[in-house]
Structures are given as structure tokens and as C-alpha cells.
């Protein structure tokens, strides 16, 4: 069922504890760590942004105040390049805040990713809303977000969006039953499971961190006991809505997918995040000409 409310927040979990980065991660949030000079967690901002998302919603935990600096002013470092006169130093640090305008919350425990959007209830209200977990990134020239806000205002509901993955991959995500819709590239889901084991896999069609919500979805994760990993998961939450008889139509259920085959980027492991730290580096402008030669000269030395 339609529903046209337009969708203008997005919450963004980064309250993970970042133990696949130790020991950066043990005084750095994990979502600091930057691809060449930018913080993976802007780029995340800069994607919601991009949909049209200027709330953003961050739930953190204690020691991740280094994310609220970074999207808040730093006097003292303009007051520096102010005095240098070096206006593109000033422009990329003010950048960050002039993204959207940033509030947070805080996740007492790591309870899960559902418990972490949970925490965003007060704060989104009776609305939908995007949530954009900050372990990848969907390149700019693939608006994903806002096809999937697209999809919503069609059929209501949540959205989630999809990728076919080889099936030894499967087991690292949660996993989606579909089927076809009249369009190509959007379809229901009919079932949902949180890491299948090998061979439980309802397809080979993983669930990437976007997602947009119905507000319906809090009331659900109320009511959600810990699954997988003894966590209160959001997949869990999702197939409560995309399978209940939730009774009166336009009840916030039902859940669709959209199929994204554009670039995404995996800053989760090391192995992608060192993918894309050099595939950034080698399409950059101010890099590119130096770095790619000396990529291949260091390549033939192996
Ligand atoms: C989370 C979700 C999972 C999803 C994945 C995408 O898992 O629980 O369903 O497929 O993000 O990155 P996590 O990677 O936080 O364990």
C-alpha cells in the first residue's frame, strides 16, 4: 500500500565494539578509520545525505566521542588555516558538518544491531526513517537509497536491499526469500534468516546494510527476543513484519527488496577494507598518477 510520507531521517548503529580491527579499534571508533582521509562513518553520512537525509541519527557508546568531534566544528584548526590563508583545508574540514544536522544517542550495552535502532525510537517518532549501518558504503554514481525511499513511497511498508553473493558468503549475513514483483529490480520478501548455517540458506541474496524502516518496526523489536548470537536483531524484527497478519491494512507491514548491482564497498574486514582504501587510491585525481605506476612497478616485484 502507498505511503507517501517522505522519509527524512536516518539512524546510523556505531556501537560496535570493532573487534576485527584490534588494536586500532581500542582508542579509534572503528568507524574513524579512514579511507586515504576520510572517515569511513562520513562517507556513510554522505550517502544519506545524498538521499535527501539531513537528520541523522547516530546511536554510539561510551568511547566513540571521537565521531562527534569530527562532525562538529574545530575552532582552533580554522582559526589555524584562517591564518594560513588555506582555504581548500578549511572547506574539507568544515565539510563533515555541513552535512546534515547530527544528533546521538547512546546504546547502554551490545545488546544488537535491533536493540541499537531501537535506541533511535524517541528520536525518529511516527515516521520512516533509513537506517545505513556503517560496515560498507554504496559508491555515489549508485543512488541506492534513493531508489529504495522510491519503493517505499510505492508499496509502503520497510525496504531492504539485496545482493546476490556466491553461497559460501551467505552465512556472514542475513539472508532473504524472494519473489518477483512486475519490476525488476524490486521483489517481496517472504522469508528472513539471520546467518543461516551452510545449506539453511533461503537463497543467495544477502541483505547489505541499508535499509528503510516503517516506525512500525520499534514496536516489533519490542517484543523481539535475542536471536542469533543471543542479539536482538533488526532481520528478526523484519520478518515479524514481512510475515505477520498484522491485521488492518497499511499497518506499517509487509517488507520489499531492492536488488542493488552497483558498487559497494566493504569496510567490515581488513582483506575489503584494504580493497577499497587502493581502488579509492587509484581513481582519485590527486593520486592516481603517481600511485597506479608505482601499484604495477611494486607488483612486478612479488
Ligand atoms: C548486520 C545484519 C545482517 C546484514 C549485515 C550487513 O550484520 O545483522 O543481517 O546482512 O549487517 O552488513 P553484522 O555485519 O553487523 O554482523
Known amino acids: 500500500m502507498a505511503d507517501t510520507t517522505a522519509v527524512t531521517k536516518a539512524v546510523i548503529p556505531a556501537a560496535g565494539l570493532g ?3 584490534l588494536p586500532a ?3 579509534i571508533p572503528k568507524e574513524m578509520l579512514p579511507v586515504i582521509d576520510t572517515p569511513t562513518i562520513q562517507l556513510v553520512v554522505e550517502e544519506a545525505a545524498a538521499a535527501g537525509l539531513r537528520d541523522v541519527l547516530m546511536v554510539t557508546r561510551r568511547g566513540k566521542s571521537a565521531i562527534e568531534d569530527h562532525f562538529d566544528t574545530a575552532s582552533e584548526l580554522e582559526d589555524a588555516l584562517t591564518a594560513k590563508g588555506d582555504d581548500d583545508g578549511l572547506a574539507r574540514i568544515r565539510e563533515p558538518g555541513n552535512l546534515a544536522k547530527m544528533h546521538y544517542v547512546r546504546q547502554d550495552a551490545p ?3 535491533g536493540h541499537a535502532v531501537l535506541c533511535a525510537a524517541e ?6 526513517f533509513a537506517v545505513l549501518l556503517g560496515d560498507d558504503f554504496i559508491d555515489r554514481r549508485d543512488p541506492l537509497l534513493r531508489r529504495m525511499i522510491d519503493v517505499r513511497q510505492r508499496y509502503g511498508g520497510s525496504i531492504v536491499a539485496l545482493m546476490e553473493v556466491e553461497p559460501d558468503q551467505v552465512s556472514a549475513y542475513g539472508c532473504a526469500a524472494i519473489k518477483p514483483t512486475g519490476e525488476d529490480d524490486v521483489v517481496v520478501v517472504t522469508d528472513l534468516v539471520e546467518k543461516p548455517d551452510p545449506g539453511e540458506a533461503p537463497s543467495n541474496w544477502i541483505v547489505i546494510g541499508r535499509y528503510v524502516c516503517d516506525p ?4 516489533v523489536l519490542r517484543e523481539t527476543p535475542p536471536g542469533r548470537g543471543g542479539e536482538i536483531q533488526l532481520t528478526d ?4 513484519l514481512a510475515t505477520a497478519d498484522l491485521g488492518v491494512a497499511g499497518d506499517g507491514g509487509g517488507v520489499h527488496g ?4 552497483g558498487r559497494r564497498y566493504d569496510t567490515g574486514n581488513k582483506l575489503d577494507y584494504l580493497r577499497t582504501v587502493i581502488q579509492f587510491a587509484c581513481e582519485r585525481a590527486d593520486l592516481a598518477g603517481e600511485f597506479v605506476p608505482w601499484l604495477r612497478g611494486y607488483l612486478d616485484t612479488l
Open 123 to 128: 528520536h525518529v517518532g511516527n515516521e520512516p
Open 237 to 240: 524484527a523484519l520478518l515479524t
Open 25 to 27: 579499534a581500542k582508542a
Open 111 to 113: 545488546k544488537g544491531l
Open 258 to 261: 531492492v536488488l542493488f548491482r
Open 19 to 21: 573487534t576485527r580491527f
Open 216 to 219: 512500525a518496526v520499534f514496536g
